[in-house]
């Protein structure tokens, strides 16, 4: 599983990737974690807002840190 954090690397993409790698620990699913910081390949995910959440490169969330109970649900799916 590829879990994207979509965003420039302000303190939110970053509380969002932390949240995110400890969800995917406590689920048990294995996954890597890709971070994309170019602006491009974020607005060609149609993402405008950051942070943003994509996994295997379906958006799942955007605009918003989520908690890590928030992702497990998510990876759950």
């Known amino acids: 599983m590829k879990i994207q954090i ?16 400890v969800a995917a620990k406590e689920a048990g699913v294995e996954f890597e974690i890709e971070k994309i910081t170019d602006i491009n390949k974020i607005m060609d995910l149609g993402v405008m807002l950051t942070p943003g959440l994509a996994i ?22």
């Open 56 to 77: 295997d490169g379906e958006v799942k969330s955007v605009g918003k840190v989520l908690s890590v109970e928030e992702i497990k649900k998510i990876l759950k799916k």
């Open 6 to 21: 979509l965003g420039t690397g302000c303190p939110k993409c970053i509380k969002l990737a932390e949240n995110a790698q």
